[in-house]
């Protein structure tokens, strides 16, 4: 089944304790993103990569690192979590855009609390 | 960047009545305009969407119009139903971008 997996689907910890949220799938897509949702202000991108060992960062990057040393995995890496980081993440993935389709994948969520 | 507005951010109507969610974006190259639903503690998922070559698409209970001038699209769901209830958001995908840019969502509420 052609499906994106986060892990964990809910964490909850404490401020400054370095975590990642895991990002896999399985759909041999060229591009991967994470989203967080907040009340509000709809899905907002933190980052994104276009293929293994290129990223950038999108509109709120502040506070996060990414890395993409497979195709399939796209990890959202928080080294000190802080209060304002308390939201519901979302990965994504798609296509390349020539030749395919445009739609976007996301996977389950990923709601996390920093206390 | 692209920018999308979305409106209203919340939609109440009655069972069986239509609804319509309108988004603006501001890059006049953006030439993918997708919808997604999302369902209370769910994933967003595509439910229809529409290429800057075609004025109007629809789906069963759901049209999508696009008015390219005015940089404008339109999420119409006619004989609404309860399961209809969800966050929608819209999205555009400019060519010198990389993934969705999306409006702020629109909860929708259908009152049985």
């Known amino acids: 089944e052609a499906q994106v997996t986060q892990n964990p689907r809910y964490l909850i910890t404490v401020t400054g304790k370095k975590l990642t949220v895991t990002c896999s799938q399985n759909?041999?897509?060229?591009?991967m993103s994470w989203y967080r949702q907040d009340p509000g202000l709809g899905l907002r991108q933190i980052y994104y990569s276009m293929n293994v060992e290129v990223t950038d960062k999108g509109d709120v990057p502040e506070g996060y690192k990414v890395s993409r040393k497979e195709k399939r995995n796209f990890p959202l890496i928080l080294e000190s979590p802080s209060p304002n980081q308390t939201s519901l993440y979302f990965c994504?993935?798609?296509?390349?855009?020539?030749?395919?389709?445009?739609?976007?994948?996301f996977g389950p969520g990923t709601r996390l609390t920093v206390t | 960047g692209e920018n999308v507005e979305q409106h209203p951010s919340t939609l109440s109507v009655q069972e069986g009545d239509s609804a319509v969610i309108k988004c603006t974006y501001s890059?006049?190259?953006?030439?993918?305009f997708p919808w997604y639903k999302q369902e209370l503690g769910k994933r967003p998922q595509l439910i229809i969407d529409i290429r800057s070559n075609v004025g109007e698409k629809k789906d069963q209970r759901i049209a999508v119009t696009l008015n390219k001038t005015a940089k404008h699209f339109s999420l119409h769901i006619t004989e609404t139903q309860p399961e209809d209830s969800a966050v929608y958001f819209c999205?555009?995908?400019?060519?010198?971008?990389?993934?969705?840019?999306f409006g702020g969502g629109t909860r929708l509420m259908v009152k049985p």
């Open positions: 999205a555009a995908f400019p060519p010198a971008g990389n993934m969705l840019t």
């Open positions: 759909m041999n897509h060229e591009y």
């Open positions: 994504a993935s798609r296509y390349r855009r020539t030749g395919y389709s445009y739609e976007q994948y």
């Open positions: 890059d006049s190259a953006s030439n993918y």
